[in-house]
């Protein structure tokens, strides 16, 4: 079972890779799309953009207050290594799984789509990760640090 975790993660890597490689079939006649990636991620643009600003504003917004209500009624004791992985991962970007998720369900064009736009919002996360990691460590580093 350890091999099988282990193996898990390059796995999966390696259907992301291969649903980006991939080229989609041809779209067929009717079906509102026009026959090519390009135009699949230009139509998404504002999906991509309420998607990244949901996964790298809102959510870090929302769980940033979260947590300080929680530490000010005291339903939490002070943790800082605790509230920093916590803040950490919420400005992280989504997870793979649904590509292979779609992958192992058959439905490779819509895998294709799903990788081309996880990558657009990787991509997009180095900057709100950047940020993040930046005010967390002066942050915490100015509060006592991790110890």
């Known amino acids: 079972m ?42 998404r643009v504002p999906q991509v953009a309420a998607v990244a600003a949901a996964r790298f504003v ?5 769980s940033f207050a979260l947590l300080q209500g929680a530490l000010r009624m005291r339903w939490l004791a002070p943790d800082p290594l605790r509230d920093f992985m916590i803040l950490l991962q919420t400005c992280m970007p989504p997870a793979q799984n649904t590509v292979l998720a779609l992958q192992v369900g058959g439905m490779t ?4 789509q799903m990788a081309r736009v996880l ?9 709100p990760i950047a940020g993040v990691l930046t005010v967390l460590l002066q942050t915490y580093a100015g509060a006592g640090g991790f110890g």
């Open 109 to 112: 064009q819509r895998a294709t």
């Open 58 to 62: 809102m959510i870090p917004l929302c």
């Open 119 to 127: 990558l657009c919002l990787y991509l997009m996360s180095a900057v």
């Open 2 to 43: 350890q091999s099988f975790g282990k193996a898990y993660s390059p796995a999966a890597l390696l259907v992301l890779a291969s649903s980006l490689a991939a080229s989609p079939p041809e779209a067929s006649e009717g079906d509102g799309s026009d026959g090519g990636e390009e135009g699949y991620l230009r139509h």
